[in-house]
């Protein structure tokens, strides 16, 4: 089955600094593949989708790029803010199936110094 | 918009105990989902409902029962309850049944098993 991972547990960076998250599959090429915020005791909130023939994508200082021959997408914040500490989640069709059905990574939850 | 809501917040119970988490959207989107978050293990599908009147298993339904009760309200059951239960769960509803559509997210039911 499909698994999903990104990398390390916690990422601690300086404010002003871009920060990158990884997300990496194992199996086949997503469709398409999302990001999430999730802040202490609340539900994920939706940041960005990426389709597979897509390379990259951005909004306001988020970018994200999708690698399908490496099975991985990056995630970069740029002149991150202490605001944007939060863990990220990524998320992809469980089954390639469009079925509505996803299998969302850990997280990575990411510390910005002021 | 309230978007998605859950009830209760918090929830404590004993082994052998069974109660219904309840999830309502106003946003008339079609499918909806149960998740289950452990510490450190990011969001497990439970059961999904694409339309009214459906609803199918996903990656961890043993346990769990649920009832798509209209368009706008989704329930999970959990008939007797056991500590592994132990979790946060959140319910979340997309526009439609494609795996593309991003998805909302409730603020989440915090249930403890003793």
């Known amino acids: 089955s499909q698994k999903i991972e990104q990398n390390s547990e916690a990422l601690n960076i300086q404010e002003g600094k871009t920060a990158t998250l990884t997300c990496n599959y194992t199996?086949?090429?997503?469709?398409?593949l999302q990001w999430y915020r999730q802040d202490p005791g609340r539900g994920p909130v939706f940041l960005l989708l990426?389709?597979?023939?897509?390379k990259e994508k951005r909004k306001e200082r988020l970018k994200v790029t999708f690698d399908t021959t490496l099975k991985q997408s990056l995630f970069h914040i740029t002149a991150s803010q202490p605001a944007d500490s939060a863990t990220y989640l990524c998320?992809?069709?469980?089954?390639?199936?469009?079925?509505?059905?996803?299998?969302f990574g850990d997280g990575t939850t990411l510390t910005v110094k002021p | 918009n309230a978007g998605v809501t859950q009830t209760p917040k918090f929830q404590v119970l004993k082994t052998g105990q069974s109660m219904t988490l309840q999830c309502a959207q106003d946003?008339?989107?079609?499918?909806m989902y149960w998740y289950r978050q452990d510490p450190g293990m990011g969001l497990r599908l439970i059961y999904y409902s694409a339309s009214e009147g459906t609803t199918d298993k996903g990656e961890v339904p043993n346990g769990y029962n649920v009832s798509r009760l209209n368009k706008r309200e989704f329930s999970l059951r959990l008939e007797s309850a056991a500590p592994s239960q132990t979790s946060v769960y959140f319910c979340?509803?997309?526009?439609?049944?494609?795996?593309?559509?991003?998805?909302?997210f409730g603020p989440g039911t915090r249930l403890t098993v003793l």
């Open positions: 990426i389709r597979e023939n897509e």
């Open positions: 998320a992809l069709d469980i089954e390639n199936t469009n079925a509505g059905k996803s299998t």
């Open positions: 946003m008339n989107h079609n499918s």
């Open positions: 199996n086949y090429s997503p469709a398409y």
């Open positions: 979340a509803s997309t526009r439609g049944r494609s795996s593309y559509n991003e998805q909302f």
